[in-house]
Structure formats: structure tokens, C-alpha cells
T-cell receptor
Framework: DTAVSQTPKYLVTQMGNDKSIKCEQNLGHDTMYWYKQDSKKFLKIMFSYNNKELIINETVPNRFSPKSPDKAHLNLHINSLELGDSAVYFC???????????FGPGTRLLVL | KQEVTQIPAALSVPEGENLVLNCSFTDSAIYNLQWFRQDPGKGLTSLLL?????REQTSGRLNASLDKSSGRSTLYIAASQPGDSATYLC???????????FGQGTRLTINP
């Protein structure tokens, strides 16, 4: 009965590859987010979707393409992976207008 | 641009002590402020949320205060326990923005 789940939990890949991370929430929320936590532990917003529509894109390279097939899912596809993409990626969700965001466990991406 | 700073970056104290974690933010136009806990290899858990109109919130041994005019918040932990060891993150929701802006966290270690 996990509230916000992400797959995979760990992802090790070579530079130049394309990979996807999936996020699902079963809380009935209408807003979902992707955050990136770098090696210095800074968490920064990447994208926000409300009712499957993109509402925030925080100067993320266009190699990153989020996709929201429905309100419960927000996936992140990354093309041509670079060393600097190594980080922990967190998905979060909330109901628009309510204030508490619920976070997934994170996906640890290592680009070699 | 909103920036959030947390001091200290790391803190180690003996079990049983009361302690204070600090958070400061540069723009007082916030909707609310949240304190999160992050355990190693895990996602974030919301601890306390303070609305911009509130001065403090309490949950068990935790008390968070907010001084919006000075751009400061503190998280007070009473009678610390080894289970409190984690990274504590402060995040503000800027007014008019559907996102959270995080500090870099304080890594807390409680020694038995």
C-alpha cells in the first residue's frame, strides 16, 4: 500500500544511454513533481504536473522529458545520459491547494 | 529568487539533549514552510508544516517556529534519541509558486 512508488530504485548505466524512471501514486493526488538531489544533497525542483499538464519546468536540459499518462503516473525519460546526471531523483505528489507533498523513496542514478 | 540556508550542516550531540536546527530564507513572500526528515537511502517524511500566518507548530517532541519578517525558522527537538538521527530539511513554498525550495539540510547524529 505504498503511497508514492518509484522504479527502479537503483540505476547504473553508461554515458550516452537513454533511460526512464517511473513514478506512481495511489493517493488520488492531482499534482506530481520530479526533484533532483545532487551529491551535495541539494533538492531542486525539475518538473511539476497538474492533471497531466506541465506547469513547472525549471531550466532542465531538454534531454529530460517528463510524461504523465494519467494523474497517478509521472515518468521521466532521460536521453544521452551524462556524468552530471548522476543523482537521486525523487518523485512527489500532492493535491493542488493542499500543502503537504508526499515523496517517493528515490531513484539512485549512477552514470559511468 | 528564493534561497534557503540551513545551519549547521552537521550536528552531533549526546542522547537526551535538547537541540535547535536553523533555517533561513531570503524572500519573506512564502505560502508556508515545512520541515522534513530524510533517512539514509530513503525518501522524505514531512514533520511539521507552518502556514505563513502561524508562528509555530508542535508535534510530540518537535516544535517548529516561523518568523517570516526576519526570514527564519527553527526546529526544536526535545530530549533527543538515537532514532532522531537523520538529515533534516527545511523547505519553503514561495507565494504563487506550486513548488518547494529546499535548504541543503542538517545531518543530525544522536550518540547513545
Amino acid at each position: 500500500d505504498t503511497a508514492v512508488s518509484q522504479t527502479p530504485k537503483y540505476l547504473v548505466t553508461q554515458m550516452g544511454n537513454d533511460k526512464s524512471i517511473k513514478c506512481e501514486q495511489n493517493l488520488g493526488h492531482d499534482t506530481m513533481y520530479w526533484y533532483k538531489q545532487d551529491s551535495k544533497k541539494f533538492l531542486k525542483i525539475m518538473f511539476s504536473y497538474n492533471n497531466k499538464e506541465l506547469i513547472i519546468n525549471e531550466t532542465v536540459p531538454n534531454r529530460f522529458s517528463p510524461k504523465s499518462p494519467d494523474k497517478a503516473h509521472l515518468n521521466l525519460h532521460i536521453n544521452s545520459l551524462e556524468l552530471g546526471d548522476s543523482a537521486v531523483y525523487f518523485c512527489a505528489s500532492e493535491t493542488w491547494g493542499e500543502e503537504t507533498q508526499y515523496f517517493g523513496p528515490g531513484t539512485r542514478l549512477l552514470v559511468l | 529568487k528564493q534561497e534557503v540556508t540551513q545551519i549547521p550542516a552537521a550536528l552531533s550531540v549526546p542522547e537526551g539533549e535538547n537541540l535547535v536546527l536553523n533555517c533561513s530564507f531570503t524572500d519573506s513572500a512564502i505560502y508556508n514552510l515545512q520541515w522534513f526528515r530524510q533517512d539514509p537511502g530513503k525518501g522524505l517524511t514531512s514533520l511539521l508544516l507552518i502556514q505563513s500566518s502561524q508562528r509555530e507548530q508542535t508535534s510530540g517532541r518537535l516544535n517548529a517556529s516561523l518568523d517570516k519578517s526576519s526570514g527564519r525558522s527553527t526546529l526544536y527537538i526535545a530530549a533527543s534519541q538515537p532514532g532522531d538521527s537523520a538529515t533534516y530539511l527545511c523547505a519553503v513554498r514561495p507565494r504563487g509558486a506550486q513548488k518547494l525550495v529546499f535548504g541543503q539540510g542538517t545531518r543530525l547524529t544522536i550518540n547513545p
